[in-house]
C-alpha cells in the first residue's frame, strides 16, 4: 500500500478533483458543475500550505496513475466552549472522504482516516463528528464512530 501523507499546495487540484467524486458519490441530485473549483483553488492552497493550522487533509498518492491522488481526507479542528467531559472543548470535524473508484478496496481511506484521527488527538480533539453515507458507514463504526440524535439546523447566507 502506497503511504499516507499530508496534502500539499501542489496537490490542491487533486484535492478538489476527489471532493467532487465524495459529492457526486454522497449527493446525487447535487450539481455537477466543476466550476466552483477555480475560485476554491487560491483558498485551498493556501490552507494546504499552512501545516499548523485547523485544517488538514491526507492523501495516498495513485498506485497507477502518477501525478493523481488515490484518496483523500480532509478535517478541521473547531474550538467550542468546553463542557463536561470536552473542557478544552476542541472538536474535530472529518468531511470529503473520498476514494478514486478506480482505486477503492485497498484499504486507503483506513490508512488516511487513521492518520487524520491522530492528527486530532495530537490538538487535543476529544470528539471527532462526521457524516457517512451509508457505504461509508461501516468503515467508521469499525473505526469507533457511533451514530447521534442530531439536531442540527441550517440556515444558508
Same mark, same amino acid.
Given at each position: 500500500m502506497?503511504?499516507v501523507r499530508?496534502?500539499?499546495? $501542489?496537490?490542491?487540484e487533486e484535492?478538489?478533483?476527489?471532493?467532487? @467524486?465524495? !459529492?457526486?458519490?454522497?449527493?446525487?441530485?447535487?450539481?455537477p458543475s466543476v466550476a /466552483?473549483? $477555480?475560485?476554491?483553488?487560491?483558498t485551498l492552497r493556501?490552507k494546504l500550505g499552512?501545516?499548523?493550522?485547523?485544517f488538514t487533509?491526507f @492523501?495516498v498518492d495513485?498506485?497507477?496513475?502518477?501525478?493523481?491522488?488515490?484518496c483523500? @481526507?480532509? $478535517?478541521? !479542528?473547531? +474550538?467550542r !466552549?468546553?463542557?463536561?467531559?470536552?473542557?478544552q472543548g476542541?472538536?474535530?470535524?472529518v468531511?470529503?472522504?473520498a476514494?478514486?473508484?478506480?482505486?477503492?478496496r485497498r484499504?486507503y481511506?483506513?490508512?488516511c482516516?487513521? &492518520?487524520?484521527?491522530? /492528527?486530532?488527538?495530537?490538538?487535543g480533539?476529544?470528539r471527532?463528528?462526521l &457524516?457517512?453515507?451509508?457505504?461509508?458507514?461501516?468503515? +467508521?463504526?469499525?473505526? $469507533?464512530?457511533? #451514530?447521534? #440524535?442530531?439536531?442540527?439546523?441550517?440556515?444558508?447566507?
Amino acid at each position: 500500500m502506497s503511504a499516507v501523507r499530508r496534502a500539499l499546495p $501542489g496537490d490542491a487540484e487533486e484535492v478538489l478533483r476527489l471532493r467532487q @467524486v465524495m !459529492i457526486d458519490s454522497v449527493f446525487a441530485s447535487s450539481d455537477p458543475s466543476v466550476a /466552483w473549483q $477555480g475560485e476554491s483553488l487560491p483558498t485551498l492552497r493556501a490552507k494546504l500550505g499552512r501545516p499548523d493550522g485547523d485544517f488538514t487533509a491526507f @492523501v495516498v498518492d495513485h498506485p497507477e496513475r502518477p501525478g493523481a491522488l488515490a484518496c483523500l @481526507v480532509a $478535517g478541521t !479542528i473547531d +474550538y467550542r !466552549i468546553g463542557k463536561a467531559g470536552d473542557p478544552q472543548g476542541m472538536v474535530g470535524f472529518v468531511f470529503s472522504v473520498a476514494t478514486d473508484p478506480d482505486a477503492r478496496r485497498r484499504g486507503y481511506a483506513r490508512a488516511c482516516m487513521n &492518520t487524520l484521527l491522530e /492528527w486530532f488527538r495530537e490538538r487535543g480533539a476529544r470528539r471527532v463528528q462526521l &457524516t457517512a453515507s451509508p457505504e461509508a458507514e461501516p468503515l +467508521y463504526v469499525s473505526l $469507533g464512530f457511533r #451514530p447521534k #440524535p442530531d439536531p442540527l439546523l441550517e440556515l444558508a447566507l
